[in-house]
């Protein structure tokens, strides 16, 4: 069945500090791919997708780009802030026999700390 | 805010009971889906309804059931309670049944508590 691979965590940085979460899934067709976030005590907001290999998603200065050869959609920003801090959730929504399921399966997540 | 809401935000029960948690989705989105957020198992889908009717099922429980109403809101039903149903539960809402640009919004959650 699907299934969504992330890094390892907890993650904890520097602000200003350079970050790459990694991402790997595994899915039939092609899947559309999301990175989430769950601040404290919230419910998860769609940070960025990518729908088509070598798609990238950005969004407040996260990136994220969609390799079909590697399976992987590794999320990155160049500089992360105190603000950044929260639970990371990589996900997919499979594509396949031109059906597109609605419902995402979702990596365990990884808990990024950004001290100042 | 993302227009999903759910109550209540917390529920406290005992082994054995019946609990019903709600979501009303966005205005204008015909897609409920539920899911179980739980130390151990992580983000799991359980149900998903699409304009009333039931369209995908994944890793839900005999003992829970779901249901969406001709105003949209759904309800879930969670019976028989056991120590390891203690999780929260996330509802999602989005337009349409599923396609390439279908973003799920999620509401804030449910947390349940079985003591």
């Known amino acids: 069945g699907d299934s969504v691979t992330q890094m390892e965590g907890p993650v904890t940085l520097s602000e200003e500090a350079f970050l790459t979460i990694n991402c790997t899934y595994t899915?039939?067709?092609?899947?559309?791919l999301f990175w989430y976030v769950q601040y404290p005590g919230e419910g998860l907001q769609l940070l960025l997708k990518a729908t088509k290999a070598d798609d990238k998603g950005s969004n407040k200065g996260f990136e994220a780009t969609y390799r079909k050869e590697t399976t992987s959609f590794h999320l990155e920003k160049g500089s992360v802030q105190v603000s950044d801090s929260a639970v990371y959730f990589c996900a997919l929504s499979a594509n396949a026999g031109g059906t597109s399921y609605g419902k995402l399966t979702f990596g365990q997540g990884t808990i990024l700390t950004v001290h100042p | 805010d993302s227009g999903v809401t759910q109550t209540p935000k917390h529920l406290i029960t005992a082994t054995g009971q019946r609990v019903t948690l709600r979501c009303s989705p966005r205005s204008g989105d015909l897609s409920v889906y539920w899911y179980q957020q739980s130390l151990d198992q992580g983000l799991q889908f359980l149900i998903q309804?699409?304009?009333?009717?039931?369209?995908a099922k994944g890793n839900i429980l005999e003992r829970f059931s779901a249901q969406q109403f001709p105003d949209l809101h759904s309800e879930l039903n969670l019976s028989s309670l056991e120590l390891g149903d203690s999780a929260l539960y996330f509802c999602a809402s989005s337009v349409a049944g599923g396609g390439l640009f279908n973003e799920q919004f999620f509401g804030p959650g449910t947390r349940l508590t079985v003591l």
């Open positions: 309804y699409y304009n009333g009717e039931e369209r």
């Open positions: 899915a039939t067709g092609y899947p559309s």
